[in-house]
T-cell receptor, first 112, second 113 residues
Framework: DAKTTQPTSMDCAEGRAANLPCNHS???????VYWYRQIHSQGPQYIIH???NNETNEMASLIITEDRKSSTLILPHATLRDTAVYYC?????????????FGTGTRLQVTL | GAGVSQTPSNKVTEKGKYVELRCDPI?????LYWYRQSLGQGPEFLIY????????DSGLPNDRFFAVRPEGSVSTLKIQRTERGDSAVYLC???????????FGPGTRLTVL
């Protein structure tokens, strides 16, 4: 599976947009970009995923560059409850490759 | 509806003992996963079940670790002769089908003294 690189930590003021970058320069054509987050003492929570088009849902937007080598997760109006570790994961959607390979993620701290 | 549940939430045991950790997936989910998470690290894949069978057990660290899912729903992760290095949070996840989004339980925190 392709490796991802994320900043270790980021801060964001409440009410502002949080933009979390992810580098996945070795991504291959059949691999999707997934984002999960993990709030303290809870299991990871799915946020969004995409292949090459930008995606938006009720939680966030995912912007994938045209060459697919990087992406940005956008939380449009961050709240204190968005404080968590955010994981960018590259995952092939073929065969039996069902597992998620987590890195160390970005620790997002939302402040007043 | 109910999410993924895991029992116990905390387990403290002594080195050398046997432990069982239980996972109740979301009803109807055919795929079930076990991960473990050490402090400051992301979750690490252990094993994946599709139905009753283990489709991928490549993450099990050694033969002290074993998991079953006999009826295709509840799963039990079994650890023999526990070691201090087994201390971690053990997470279970399920998905409707193999490549769908995974829903995680709250985890079982295992401490081996």
């Amino acid at each position: 599976d392709a490796k991802t690189t994320q900043p270790t930590s980021m801060d964001c003021a409440e009410g502002r947009a949080a933009n979390l970058p992810c580098n996945h320069s070795t991504i291959s054509g059949n691999e999707y970009v997934y984002w999960y987050r993990q709030i303290h003492s809870q299991g990871p929570q799915y946020i969004i995923h995409g292949l090459k088009n930008n995606e938006t849902n009720e939680m966030a937007s995912l912007i994938i560059t045209e060459d697919r080598k990087s992406s940005t997760l956008i939380l449009p109006h961050a709240t204190l409850r968005d404080t968590a570790v955010y994981y960018c994961i590259v995952r092939p959607l073929t065969g039996t490759a069902s597992k998620l390979t987590f890195g160390t993620g970005t620790r997002l701290q939302v402040t007043l | 509806g109910a999410g993924v549940s895991q029992t116990p939430s905390n387990k403290v045991t002594e080195k050398g003992k046997y432990v069982e950790l239980r996972c109740d997936p979301i009803s109807g989910h055919t795929a079930l996963y076990w991960y473990r998470q050490s402090l400051g690290q992301g979750p690490e894949f252990l094993i994946y079940f599709q139905g009753t069978g283990a489709a991928d057990d490549s993450g099990l660290p050694n033969d002290r670790f074993f998991a079953v899912r006999p009826e295709g729903s509840v799963s039990t992760l079994k650890i023999q002769r526990t070691e201090r290095g087994d201390s971690a949070v053990y997470l279970c996840a399920s998905s409707l089908r193999a490549l769908d989004e995974q829903f995680f339980g709250p985890g079982t925190r295992l401490t081996v003294l």
